[in-house]
């Protein structure tokens, strides 16, 4: 009878930690957010651009500069976020909160990086 108790109790705990590890996990809410975003095309530049990135729900994102918007989509997985525009231009950071991402990328055939803290 002992055993029997314990079955349901070994299948229900095996269920609870089944690991969903899809396009919609994150750790960071980014749907619907606006951030601040910082950013170099090139090492060797001593200063950082400044944008603002608008993270949409359907997971569309567009980056307001000073002179143009460029728009791509987005996609989060864990702690990985992936921002690739439409200009070839692309995007890959890790949250480090919720209100920071820091990460690498390709912009233009340069390689830089950038960071992004949420308004």
Known sequence: MRKLFFLPL???????????NDDNTSSIVLNDTRWNLHYKNNNTFSFFAE?????????NIDN????????GNWSANNNTIT??????DKYTGTA??????????????????WYAVRK
């Open 96 to 113: 480090i909160t919720n209100d920071s991402i820091s990460g690498t990328l390709t912009a233009s055939g340069n390689n830089g990086t």
């Open 10 to 20: 070994f299948i229900a705990i095996l269920f609870s930690c089944k690991k969903h």
């Open 64 to 71: 307001y500069r000073n002179y143009d918007t460029i728009s």
């Open 51 to 59: 944008s603002e990135l608008f993270f949409k729900q359907n997971k």
């Open 83 to 88: 921002i690739n525009f439409n200009n070839g």
